[in-house]
């Protein structure tokens, strides 16, 4: 089984809400240790999560190692303060202060930063991203200083000028990337990064009441038609279903997240290696490293 590339052990695919008070007094180490089961009971035995706020994530790679689980961790993410982000970390208003807070994941075992540089998809005004992106020089700072201590960076972003911007920044993932083009999906088949399409947090919302289906087909359409640029261009792509966003369960998310993959390409050997590269990329950029 591939391994799960961006997951988030603090949710519960159910509602993110209750799932972080869980947790708010204190790690629940019975509620990490059943989301982890449910990935040994399929076979997996990578994780890289997208961090949060409580220490979750922490805990969660203090504990996979009872589960066979090799697991890697941000620790929280970093955003800037004012946009997205603080729903999985911490902020920052100036580039000092977000070198603190890189320093600040690397006391605590962080194996690789995270930041965010856009919002969301909008599901009420299609093809638009909330929020403002940050600016590329901006991105372009924060990409240099985590390289610097000697971190990789997974970026959480969407849009064109936000993928295009991290791309030229040379983030080593970019999660979600939502509303791309074909230019831009061209600029990542000739880049190093990593795409994480996360498909199943717009597919797994069909039918589930929370949105209109007329709402979600065209935001799905439109990520199966860059998915099949990215194939048709050999972008460097790895399977993570941002498990535990709603409708995305821990275990049975990776599961969905490798259908669609083989839903929207076809079954076949090569889809299956396309993804064990892209994995096995993410395995070896995304691991503590001593300082250069």
């Not at 996979?64 to 941000?74: E, L, M, Q």
């Not at 600040?104 to 009420?124: S, W």
């Not at 640029?229 to 972008?235: G, V, Y």
Request: hydrophobic share 40%.
């Amino acid at each position: 089984m591939l391994g799960e590339c961006h997951a988030h052990m603090i949710m519960d695919g159910e509602n993110y809400r209750k799932a972080v008070d869980i947790h708010r007094d204190g790690v629940k180490d019975e509620v990490v240790k059943r989301h982890l089961k449910a990935y040994q009971d399929i076979g997996v035995t990578f994780v890289r999560d997208g961090g949060d706020a409580l220490g979750v994530s922490k805990r969660a790679k203090e504990l996979a190692g009872d589960y066979g689980i090799d697991y890697r961790s941000p620790i929280f993410a970093i955003h800037k303060n004012g946009h997205y982000g603080a729903i999985v970390g911490r902020g920052f208003d100036s580039m000092k202060e977000y070198h603190e807070l890189v320093l600040e994941a690397k006391a605590e075992g962080a194996d690789f930063i995270k930041i965010m540089t856009t919002g969301l998809l909008d599901f009420n005004d299609h093809g638009a991203v909330t929020g403002n992106p940050l600016p590329a020089d901006e991105v372009r700072e924060m990409v240099h200083i985590a390289h610097e201590e000697g971190f990789a960076v997974m970026s959480h972003t969407n849009g064109i000028y936000g993928v295009q911007a991290a791309v030229e920044a040379g983030v080593d993932s970019v999660e979600h990337g939502n509303y791309m083009d074909e230019e831009t999906i061209s600029m990542l088949a000739d880049s190093e990064t990593v795409w994480v399409p996360t498909l199943v947090t717009v597919r797994n919302l069909l039918g589930c009441g929370r949105y209109e289906d007329g709402t979600i087909r065209p935001i799905m359409e439109h990520a199966e038609k860059n998915l099949r640029l990215a194939w048709e261009k050999k972008a460097k792509v790895a399977l993570g279903s941002d498990a535990g966003a709603y409708m995305v369960p821990h275990g049975q998310g990776t599961l969905d997240e490798y259908n669609s993959f083989l839903n929207i390409l076809g079954s076949s050997p090569e889809v299956t290696a396309w993804l064990q590269d892209g994995e096995k990329r993410i395995r070896e950029k995304f691991f503590t490293r001593p300082r250069f």
